[in-house]
């Protein structure tokens, strides 16, 4: 890497003698510590020069915690001090894949870290669908077993087989079952699915947002665009659908019962295992690893929102 001097220093460090790269989004590269303009390179390759004074800084927070691997996962222990700081009563939502497995442990390695500032109240909670894998109420015993703590077991209002006879069966993703369940609220005729987007919107001019999505309106490349499947159209055209299609069946097994126990607990916060690398129309519509409680809603905060398949590797 050639590291002669460059005049695009970070806005208020002019340590930084590693040039940009050509892949350096117009400038708006950021590290993610500091929130200052800064090269690429040096982002993702998440090591600190010597030079640099964000040495200090890293040389700080691994004496509080233990193999501490990147900026990323710097960035996301400093800002978890923050929000676990500032609330009460907090639901961790444990559902034994790995992305809940690292906010387990990242939750608990800040509270160890700072146990004599905080004072909140930890509710881990798994949510039964009523599908679950044995393996997976076993992975739970370990964690229990593991971190010394306990999970609480929620079943599901409405548990997935029953929902699914109740509302219609989910296909694919979450956002493409509601699209289609629209359509099919509708009595859209899908054999004739393959007409122009204000055809379509003539003959069914109450499911316009349904039919934008239908016909890829957003763009071939959008999240909210049916061309995010490949050949899903064309197949639906050719296979029209004669069973019921819903995603509801998430709602009585999982969200439903999430919200009742927030409501039984006064939970003030939870955190949940999403991350922005996963992709889907959640973290397009999402945008940020923390979102404030608006009304009736809690504070939700996404610890590993900004790691990489790679971050998520190395931790």
Same mark, same amino acid.
């Given at each position: 890497?050639?590291?002669?001097?460059?005049?695009?220093?970070?806005?208020?460090?002019?340590?930084?003698?590693?040039?940009?790269?050509?892949?350096?989004?117009?400038?708006?590269?950021?590290?993610?510590?500091?929130?200052?303009?800064?090269?690429?390179?040096?982002?993702?390759?998440?090591?600190?020069?010597?030079?640099?004074?964000?040495?200090?800084?890293?040389?700080?927070?691994?004496?509080?915690?233990?193999?501490?691997?990147?900026?990323?996962?710097?960035?996301?222990?400093?800002?978890?001090?923050?929000?676990?700081?500032?609330?009460?009563?907090?639901?961790?939502?444990?559902?034994?894949?790995?992305?809940?497995?690292?906010?387990?442990?990242?939750?608990?390695?800040?509270?160890?870290?700072?146990?004599?500032?905080?004072?909140?109240?930890?509710?881990?909670?798994?949510?039964?669908?009523?599908?679950?894998?044995? !393996?997976?109420?076993?992975?739970?015993?370990?964690?229990?077993?593991?971190?010394?703590?306990?999970?609480?077991?929620?079943? !599901?209002?409405?548990?997935?087989?029953?929902?699914?006879?109740?509302?219609?069966?989910?296909?694919?993703?979450?956002?493409?079952?509601?699209?289609?369940?629209?359509?099919?609220?509708?009595?859209?005729?899908?054999?004739?699915?393959?007409?122009?987007?204000?055809?379509?919107?003539?003959?069914?001019?109450?499911?316009?947002?349904?039919?934008?999505?239908?016909?890829?309106?957003?763009?071939?490349?959008?999240?909210?665009?049916?061309?995010?499947?490949?050949?899903?159209?064309?197949?639906?055209?050719?296979?029209?659908?004669?069973?019921?299609?819903?995603?509801?069946?998430?709602?009585?097994?999982?969200?439903?019962?999430?919200?009742?126990?927030?409501?039984?607990?006064?939970?003030?916060?939870?955190?949940?295992?999403?991350?922005?690398?996963?992709?889907?129309?959640?973290?397009?519509?999402?945008?940020?690893?923390?979102?404030?409680?608006?009304?009736?809603?809690?504070?939700?905060?996404?610890?590993?929102?900004?790691?990489?398949?790679?971050?998520?590797?190395?931790?």
């Amino acid at each position: 890497m050639n590291t002669n001097p460059t005049p695009h220093r970070c806005e208020t460090c002019d340590s930084c003698k590693l040039p940009r790269t050509v892949d350096d989004n117009g400038g708006a590269a950021k590290c993610k510590l500091m929130k200052y303009k800064t090269i690429d390179g040096y982002v993702a390759g998440g090591y600190t020069p010597d030079w640099c004074p964000l040495n200090a800084v890293v040389k700080q927070a691994t004496n509080k915690y233990d193999e501490i691997k990147n900026l990323a996962e710097l960035d996301a222990f400093f800002k978890c001090e923050r929000h676990l700081f500032l609330h009460r009563k907090i639901m961790v939502s444990i559902s034994g894949g790995s992305d809940s497995d690292i906010i387990l442990d990242f939750v608990l390695r800040v509270l160890a870290a700072r146990r004599h500032d905080y004072t909140c109240e930890l509710h881990f909670v798994f949510f039964d669908t009523g599908i679950e894998f044995e !393996a997976t109420k076993r992975h739970l015993l370990f964690l229990e077993k593991k971190y010394n703590i306990t999970i609480d077991r929620r079943r !599901a209002i409405t548990p997935v087989p029953n929902g699914c006879k109740k509302y219609g069966v989910p296909f694919l993703s979450k956002y493409a079952s509601e699209m289609i369940n629209r359509l099919q609220k509708h009595n859209f005729d899908f054999s004739q699915g393959d007409r122009p987007f204000d055809e379509l919107l003539a003959a069914y001019p109450q499911c316009k947002g349904a039919l934008r999505w239908w016909c890829s309106i957003n763009g071939d490349k959008s999240a909210y665009s049916i061309t995010r499947f490949y050949m899903l159209r064309e197949f639906l055209i050719e296979n029209p659908p004669d069973f019921p299609i819903s995603c509801e069946c998430c709602n009585g097994a999982k969200k439903n019962n999430a919200k009742k126990y927030e409501r039984e607990n006064n939970i003030d916060l939870n955190v949940l295992g999403l991350r922005k690398a996963e992709g889907g129309v959640r973290t397009v519509a999402i945008g940020t690893c923390f979102t404030e409680g608006v009304g009736y809603r809690i504070d939700t905060y996404r610890p590993i929102w900004w790691f990489t398949d790679k971050d998520k590797a190395a931790y």
